[in-house]
């Protein structure tokens, strides 16, 4: 099983940036892709940004140009830089990790408990 811990979230004005940090932990798997995605108040969760094991990244209409995906496979970890943050922003953003304990067998999508990004403008 793995186990995803998010940090990163909190207040930040128009204009701002801010970065989220997901950690996987536990034993057993290799992590395919990881990403984040973004539940707005009122609305369903969509994905913002997704990164491949190899590092190929996908993105949203909606943060293209604005927010970049990275990780470090060493540490088991994805990172959302958010700059040039907006209100509409504003939500819950839960990163997901997608692993696998051999070839044949993948376990469910894995989810973070969600950190709070709230931008004022």
């Known amino acids: 099983q793995v186990q995803l811990v998010e940090s990163g979230g909190g207040l930040v004005q128009a204009g701002g940036s801010l970065r989220l940090s997901c950690a996987a932990s536990g034993s057993g798997f290799s992590i395919n892709d990881m990403g984040w995605y973004r539940q707005a108040p009122g609305k369903q969760r969509e994905l913002a940004a997704l990164?491949?094991?190899?590092?190929?990244?996908n993105y949203a209409d909606f943060v293209k140009g604005r927010f970049t995906i990275s990780r470090d496979n060493a540490k088991n970890t994805v990172y959302l830089q958010m700059n040039s943050l907006k209100p509409d922003d504003t939500g819950v953003y839960y990163c997901f990790a997608d692993a696998a304990h051999s070839p044949l067998f993948s376990y469910p999508r894995s989810w973070g408990q969600g950190t709070q990004v709230t931008v004022s403008s």
């Open positions: 990164i491949t094991k190899g590092a190929s990244t």
